[in-house]
């Protein structure tokens, strides 16, 4: 599992470098969106544990050797929701990435300069 | 060239912070104090057999509730960003091709189908209430794709989501009355392990937050199209 961290951590630092040098507002959520799944990537992982199986009981894993079988089941649960979080976030950028776009006609990161110093 | 240089470096830092995660951490031999309780009483008290579920409805209730309040006010913004004054004509609407038309018919029932089923099964197979609401909210996707001129009705998704995080809330209140504490899924009859109608309420409060995920995604989408007035 240590590949999923690399490229989850690979896709992390992907994602910063986009956000950090693109002008266009829209590349700049695509980079976010770029580093949010990087770090539910290394999230998952963290709860990986080596040849063991997804937490769910059935047939094929018992409830007495359940201890044994199955990966931590509370990164899986915090990544889930994150995932969806990451969504509306990402909507809600969008409707910023809109909003400016009506107001100053253009989306480069550098005709905003209210608030800057 | 100060920027590239300072990007540079703000990059390097961020590396020198993660980097740990990759060399230090050693691989976990066996579940952490926490998953273990979760993984070994779970099932017994509960009854759900999907432990991810135990953990997303149950013991970290509370957080999923945030999340879902989070969830709402990211909603609140996009409609609240994309109000339009005066209704705009929609510029040059092309009717979608036959192709995609036939397609959704047959599609659009199968995939809210599934959805359902993924929010109503969450405490048995992969799935709940997150995943089932973002396939009902797809499902509504294709079909606005493949009829240009519908609309959604904002009374209906509205009375959907209120209804839905308030029968939540009052979910996790009757917890607090009836079992050990705010969220607690036991005060509905445990059932037969492994079937449709056990593990409590979690099935219950698993689909409220299916519905209210899916008429939230709904209604972003909405926005989104410019059907917010």
Redesign the interface.
């Known amino acids: ?2 590949y999923v ?2 490229i989850g ?1 690979a896709l ?2 992907i994602g ?2 986009g956000m ?2 693109r002008r266009n507002i829209i590349r700049i959520i695509i980079g976010f969106s770029i580093a949010d799944t990087g770090i539910h990537l ?1 999230m998952v992982s ?1 709860g ?3 040849g063991r199986t ?5 047939k094929a894993v018992d ?1 007495a050797d ?2 044994q079988r ?1 990966v ?3 990164p ?2 915090l990544v ?2 994150a ?3 990451g ?3 990402t ?2 950028m ?3 990435a ?2 400016l776009h009506e107001a100053k006609g253009s989306l480069d990161i550098h005709d905003f300069k209210e608030l800057k110093w | 060239m100060i920027r590239k240089y300072a ?1 540079i470096l ?2 390097g830092l ?2 020198l912070m ?1 980097l740990p ?2 060399t230090e ?1 050693t ?6 104090p ?3 309780k ?3 009483e779970g ?2 008290a509960l009854g759900s ?4 579920t ?3 409805v149950t013991y ?1 209730g509370m ?2 509730l945030g ?1 879902v309040a ?2 709402f006010a ?2 609140a ?2 409609g609240f ?2 109000r339009r004054k005066e209704k705009r004509p929609a510029p040059g609407k092309r009717e979608a091709s036959a192709l995609l038309k036939t397609g959704t018919a047959f599609l659009l029932p199968l995939i809210l189908l599934v959805g359902v089923f993924v929010f109503t099964h969450g405490h ?3 799935g ?1 209430g ?2 089932g ?2 396939l009902i909210a797809s499902a509504v996707v294709l079909f606005l794709f493949a009829n240009r001129s519908a609309s959604v009705s904002r009374t209906i998704l509205q009375w959907t989501e209120s209804l839905s995080g308030v029968f939540y809330v009052a979910m996790g209140a009757l917890g607090l009355l009836l079992a050990a504490g705010f969220l607690d899924s036991r005060f509905l009859p445990p059932g037969e392990f ?1 079937k449709l109608f056990s593990a409590g309420a979690i099935p219950v409060i698993y689909s409220l937050i299916g519905l209210k ?1 899916g008429s ?2 709904v209604g ?1 989408i909405d ?2 199209r410019g059907g917010a007035e």
């Open positions: 599992m240590i961290s690399i951590f992390i630092i910063l470098y950090l040098t290394m963290i990986y544990l080596k997804a937490p769910i009981l059935d409830q359940a201890l199955v931590d089941p509370v899986s649960a889930l929701t995932i969806v979080i969504l509306a976030v909507a809600l969008l409707a910023y809109v909003r | 990007v703000i990059l961020f590396v993660l995660l990759l951490l691989p976990f031999q066996e579940l952490s926490v998953a273990q979760y993984a070994g099932p017994d057999a999907n432990l991810v135990s953990v997303v970290r957080d999923t999340e989070v969830l990211a909603a913004g996009v960003f994309l048995l197979t992969p709940g997150f995943q609401g973002v492994g995920v939230e995604l972003i926005n989104m």
